[in-house]
């Protein structure tokens, strides 16, 4: 029963994100409300799917699968102007390249440019870039950017984080691993309280529905369409090998270039099943990683379990709707800790293993700049740049990963 709850645990952390992409692709494409339920429904099967996949076959690491924020541009490119079913296709496609690039080990190559100085900025990156997400959250920014629930808004995320912080430093036994459960859970009561929660998607989703294949109808596998998804790809393996190296870190695991192509491989398969079911692509969340910082719970069966439980929701819809109806303040509480433990496990990683001499002073220093710089450049500025070039400026990642990359191996 534990591991379940610790398995629920890591549901609600990833929640947030999960629930977001969905929403935001359908929205910006313009479908229905039953639509967006669909989507969401085959997103959560797609996780629980590439979950369970990853645990088993790729890395083995104790690491979520989730929808990316770096595939949206992309999807909302290609859904309003081709159509879903060349999403579909060009998810599948991509997928397909994204797991040959594993199986053939071209990925765990570079692992040698990941020297301890990059790794460990690659980690605090991908924390600390992630910290305008969570105070955004916490403002309700994203629902309500006109302002008018400002401050009932920071109360719940000020008393979902405190809950989260003293459950996971002061409290005692099995429920010291549970500070997401707590904070969500007096959270939500506060949120319900001060009538921020929202039930109009329960009402429109129903009991019990099974996912379907192909929901958008046959694949158009239209080369645009796949040229722009894999511009999406390229950032997605950049992210994912650094939270390879953050769970390995955080968790104290082995990592090889065994365990990286493994892991690169399956996350590849996994969106080839996602374009399958319709659904948005996949790779590896740091939020879950944040939770394994917090808990220091990193077993793999606990991750598992939650897998299980994302396609239990999947089939029972109203679950789903339940969740989703958790206000953004809440999450906002939630992962202002679990963020800043990633980032904190960079920080500590360079200052354990590397020598803070100039050269590596400079690496850093320029690094987390531009990796924290690049992702506020706006939208309407980035349209002039090329779509490969714009799709990693948006990610502070990636281009903090890039620069340590270039400037540690051009330092000698």
């Not at 429904?41 to 979520?64: D, E, N, R, Y």
């Amino acid at each position: 029963m534990k591991r379940i709850v610790l398995g629920f645990q890591h549901v609600l952390a990833m929640f947030g994100a999960t629930i977001t992409v969905p929403l935001v692709v359908g929205s910006a494409i313009g479908l229905p409300l039953s639509d967006i339920a669909l989507l969401m429904q085959s997103v959560l099967l797609a996780m629980g799917i590439a979950t369970l996949l990853q645990t088993f076959i790729g890395s083995k690491f104790p690491i979520v699968q989730g929808s990316s924020f770096a595939f949206i541009p992309a999807l909302i490119s290609i859904g309003s102007g081709i159509g879903l079913a060349a999403v579909e296709g060009a998810l599948i496609v991509g997928g397909i390249l994204e797991g040959l690039t594993g199986a053939l080990g071209l990925i765990g190559r570079l692992r040698k440019l990941f020297s301890p100085l990059v790794t460990g900025i690659t980690i605090m990156l991908v924390g600390f870039s992630l910290a305008h997400v969570a105070v955004k959250y916490s403002f309700n920014f994203f629902v309500d950017s006109a302002g008018t629930t400002i401050w009932p808004s920071a109360l719940v995320a000020l008393v979902t984080f405190i809950t989260t912080i003293l459950v996971a430093l002061y409290a005692k036994g099995t429920f010291k691993t549970m500070p997401v459960i707590a904070g969500a859970l007096v959270g939500y009561i506060l949120s319900m309280i001060l009538k921020l929660t929202d039930f109009s998607l329960v009402g429109e989703l129903s009991f019990f529905s099974l996912p379907k294949l192909l929901p958008w109808g046959t694949p158009v596998f239209d080369i645009s369409a796949i040229i722009i998804m894999l511009f999406a790809f390229m950032v997605s393996i950049i992210e994912s090998v650094g939270d390879y190296h953050a769970i390995s870190a955080i968790a104290e695991l082995p990592i090889d270039n065994k365990k990286i192509n493994r892991g690169i491989g399956s996350e590849g398969l996994s969106c080839s099943i996602a374009g399958l079911f319709g659904a948005c692509g996949t790779t590896s969340y740091s939020e879950n990683i944040g939770l394994i910082a917090l808990t220091r719970v990193s077993n793999v069966q606990v991750v598992q379990i939650g897998a299980g439980i994302l396609i239990l929701f999947s089939m029972i819809p109203k679950f789903s709707g339940i969740l989703a109806s958790i206000p953004a303040p809440v999450l906002g509480g939630l992962t202002i800790a679990l963020y800043g433990m990633i980032g904190v496990t960079g920080l500590k990683l360079i200052k354990d293993k590397v020598e803070l001499n100039d050269r590596n002073t400079l690496i850093l220093a320029s690094s987390l700049v531009l990796g924290l710089g690049a992702p506020q450049l706006p939208p309407e500025f980035l349209a002039h740049f090329p779509t490969i070039l714009a799709s990693i400026l948006e990610s502070g990642m990636a281009v903090g990963a890039i620069s340590a990359v270039i400037m540690d191996q051009l330092l000698k």
